[in-house]
């Protein structure tokens, strides 16, 4: 069997993280479903959807881009987080876990890209 992006455990924390965030955005008000909370969701759907195309894409530059991308859209989500905070849309308790998920893509994003930078 060929390799897939869905062995790649950071493909499945991505997974794992657009869950977070579409449970943590139900709770905003009404007049942000398609503001932040639009923007939210879009920017965590990017992650895994970054990396399974990067993957798919079958050059490592190529590859290597979409990772790249799918972290840019981490530090998105970061933002986006900070700014629900600061608008108190989420208390930084209910925050907490999905914060940590996220600073572990993102390191395992940076490590992706990393390898993928490396000739062979």
Do not use: C
Request: hydrophobic letters at 45%; proline letters at 2%; zero cysteines.
């Amino acid at each position: 069997m060929a390799y897939s992006y869905r062995e790649l455990l950071v493909w499945q924390k991505g997974i794992a993280l657009v869950v977070k965030i579409y449970q943590l955005t139900e709770s905003f008000p009404k007049a942000e479903w398609y503001g932040l909370a639009s923007q939210m969701r879009r920017a965590a759907v990017s992650i895994p959807a970054n990396i399974a195309e990067g993957s798919a894409r079958g050059h490592r530059q190529e590859y290597r881009q979409f990772v790249k991308i799918a972290y840019a859209s981490g530090a998105e989500l970061e933002t986006h987080l900070e700014i629900a905070k600061q608008l108190n849309f989420v208390q930084a308790p209910a925050t907490r876990d999905t914060e940590e998920l996220l600073s572990e893509i993102m390191k395992m994003l940076n490590a992706l890209a990393k390898s993928l930078s490396k000739s062979r």
